[in-house]
């Protein structure tokens, strides 16, 4: 039986981790965050996920500058779906509170892009796109949209 194709199908920026990571139970989005916010953590699922995958999950300043603080998680051990959530992003009281605009945060698997996350400006809804920079609906909307894996160009 063939294995089916990786997918990021669920991608969000959130105020805090959930006790548990579950995919059936996404956490509540957060479309924007102020230099006031704690902190900022990147939810998502994977599915399809072939053993031995290595998945990483970096933040990408205003600047397009990726921020000191990636999540690189041990090789996967089985195949199938996996959650995760990134390591914290500390905002209030840091030079993060400083850097206002655009941050993104993006997901890659073996080193290609699968996902990148906009933490869009105040009012605006977080924007996933696929790894072209095309959207694929905004948070909320965005379960059943998903980008499969057929990358044409490994991640910068």
Same mark, same amino acid.
């Given at each position: 039986?063939?294995?089916?194709?990786?997918?990021?199908?669920?991608?969000?920026?959130?105020?805090?981790?959930?006790?548990?990571?579950?995919? !059936?139970?996404?956490?509540?989005?957060?479309? @924007?965050?102020? !230099?006031?916010?704690?902190?900022?953590?990147?939810?998502?699922?994977?599915?399809?996920?072939? %053993?031995?995958?290595?998945?990483?999950?970096?933040?990408?300043?205003?600047?397009?500058?990726?921020?000191?603080?990636?999540?690189?998680? %041990?090789?996967?051990?089985?195949?199938?779906?996996?959650?995760?959530? @990134?390591?914290?992003? %500390?905002?209030?009281?840091?030079?993060?509170?400083?850097?206002?605009?655009?941050?993104?945060?993006?997901?890659?698997?073996?080193?290609?892009?699968?996902?990148?996350?906009?933490?869009?400006?105040?009012?605006?809804?977080? %924007?996933?796109?696929?790894?072209?920079?095309?959207?694929?609906?905004?948070?909320?909307?965005?379960?059943?949209?998903?980008?499969?894996?057929?990358?044409?160009?490994?991640?910068?």
């Amino acid at each position: 039986m063939p294995l089916a194709a990786r997918e990021v199908n669920q991608a969000m920026m959130v105020a805090s981790a959930p006790s548990i990571c579950d995919p !059936s139970n996404p956490p509540v989005a957060k479309s @924007s965050f102020l !230099s006031t916010d704690p902190q900022a953590i990147l939810w998502f699922v994977i599915t399809g996920a072939v %053993q031995s995958d290595m998945v990483v999950a970096d933040f990408k300043t205003p600047t397009g500058a990726t921020y000191p603080l990636t999540a690189n998680w %041990q090789a996967l051990a089985t195949s199938g779906t996996y959650c995760f959530t @990134s390591r914290t992003l %500390q905002i209030a009281g840091t030079d993060v509170a400083t850097m206002t605009g655009t941050w993104s945060a993006r997901v890659t698997i073996n080193g290609i892009m699968y996902a990148s996350v906009v933490e869009a400006p105040p009012c605006t809804a977080i %924007q996933p796109t696929f790894a072209d920079g095309r959207p694929w609906g905004a948070v909320g909307t965005c379960h059943g949209h998903r980008r499969r894996a057929a990358p044409a160009a490994a991640a910068e």
